[in-house]
């Protein structure tokens, strides 16, 4: 599943998150609300070890996709801040467990929670919210709803077991890999936009233009976080630079650089990805081969189709201040370096 490049128009300036914030700042606060009320427990870790991350900031995307599909079909109603929280806890569940399977220091800016708390509190903690979110699916009492949740749940769960066997194994494709984002990322993406239609009522086209809106652009929001990994820093990234190649993670930037390199560099690609190679004089040996056979430009340009293909999607809708700024959430989430 290779994409064509097609390039993305552009508004004047820089494309900005502030139009999908401003949309969705209202609803978010009743979110909030809801993430805030259900991470307590009488159990005192639980709080604290799910607030040391939830409290550290991100972009809350997620959540934010499900308040502006309410807003782009006209949805006045409530019920889905609660579906929008149950978003943000499956979201954080999985970062929880994502940390401890990675060995990750950073998340966020801050240290990650396994390293604050350890390995067994953040899994306990990552299924306790789990069971948050189906909680409040269950409280919405729609069975489509409960439907598209857990299966976007499966989904994710299958496509990070799929990334973990395919960790360290230098002849991962391209296809492969967008198989794996696909389930790992874009599933919640596609799950929490097309909720909106459903708590709409609406028909199975708008359904559709909405799940089709929400995977394009989580395809292309990972396609650039996997960009990041190789062009950013960890003030910028909120993570350690690098962690991706340190991990033997098969990312596009790494499979294009390996498929069009010489000899002599695939050899360098194949001990680094074995784990033989990853010191900080192998992570800068890898930046350099991934930026001569401009690897970083292909993947944003890949990315680029699919934020095209996310903003196509929502054609179907009426002209409005909530259809513009869900385009140009994805067009940031393409030109954004963080």
């Known amino acids: 599943m290779t994409a064509d490049v097609v390039p993305l128009k552009r508004p004047e300036g820089q494309p900005s998150l502030d139009p999908m914030l401003g949309l969705t700042a209202p609803g978010?606060?009743?979110?909030?609300?809801?993430?805030?009320?259900?991470?307590?427990?009488?159990?005192?870790?639980?709080?604290?070890?799910?607030?040391?991350?939830?409290?550290?900031?991100?972009?809350?995307?997620?959540?934010?996709?499900?308040?502006?599909?309410?807003?782009?079909?006209?949805?006045?109603?409530?019920?889905?801040?609660?579906?929008?929280?149950?978003?943000?806890?499956?979201?954080?569940?999985?970062?929880?467990?994502?940390?401890?399977v990675d060995g990750s220091d950073l998340r966020r800016g801050k240290a990650a929670a396994n390293i604050v708390f350890g390995n067994p509190a953040t899994v306990l903690v990552g299924d306790f919210l789990f069971s948050r979110a189906f909680e409040l699916m269950v409280e919405d009492g729609s069975l489509k709803v409960l439907k598209i949740l857990s299966n976007a749940s499966a989904v994710i769960a299958e496509g990070?077991?799929?990334?973990?066997?395919?960790?360290?194994?230098?002849?991962?494709?391209?296809?492969r890999y967008l198989s794996i984002i696909g389930a790992k990322t874009a599933a919640l993406f596609a799950a929490a936009s097309?909720?909106?239609?459903?708590?709409?009522?609406?028909?199975?086209?708008?359904?559709q233009a909405l799940d089709?809106?929400?995977?394009?652009?989580?395809?292309?929001?990972?396609?650039?976080?996997?960009?990041?990994d190789y062009d950013s820093d960890a003030s910028t990234m909120g993570k350690a630079r690098g962690d991706d190649f340190r991990e033997g993670k098969m990312t596009?930037?790494?499979?294009?650089?390996?498929?069009?390199?010489?000899?002599?560099?695939?050899?360098f690609w194949q001990a680094a990805i074995?784990?033989?190679?990853?010191?900080?004089?192998?992570?800068e040996?890898?930046?350099?081969?991934?930026?001569?056979h401009d690897a970083l430009l292909a993947t944003r340009e890949r990315a680029r189709h699919f934020a095209s293909r996310a903003i196509d999607a929502l054609s179907i809708f009426p002209d409005s201040a909530a259809r513009r700024a869900?385009?140009?959430?994805?067009?940031?989430?393409?030109?954004?370096?963080?």
């Open 28 to 100: 978010m606060n009743a979110v909030n609300a809801v993430i805030l009320d259900r991470m307590q427990s009488k159990i005192p870790l639980i709080p604290a070890l799910a607030g040391h991350l939830i409290s550290g900031g991100g972009k809350r995307l997620r959540p934010m996709l499900t308040l502006a599909g309410a807003e782009v079909v006209g949805y006045n109603g409530t019920r889905h801040h609660k579906l929008a929280a149950a978003v943000e806890f499956i979201h954080t569940a999985t970062l929880l467990h994502d940390d401890v």
């Open 160 to 175: 990070e077991v799929d990334q973990l066997t395919a960790q360290r194994q230098i002849e991962t494709s391209e296809e």
């Open 194 to 207: 097309r909720i909106a239609a459903v708590v709409a009522e609406c028909d199975e086209r708008r359904e």
């Open 212 to 228: 089709d809106y929400g995977r394009n652009l989580g395809i292309a929001f990972q396609l650039v976080d996997d960009a990041i």
């Open 252 to 267: 596009l930037p790494v499979i294009l650089a390996y498929a069009r390199g010489s000899e002599d560099e695939r050899k």
């Open 274 to 283: 074995a784990g033989h190679r990853t010191d900080d004089a192998a992570l």
């Open 285 to 292: 040996e890898a930046t350099h081969l991934i930026a001569r």
């Open 326 to 338: 869900m385009a140009e959430a994805a067009e940031f989430a393409v030109a954004r370096g963080y």
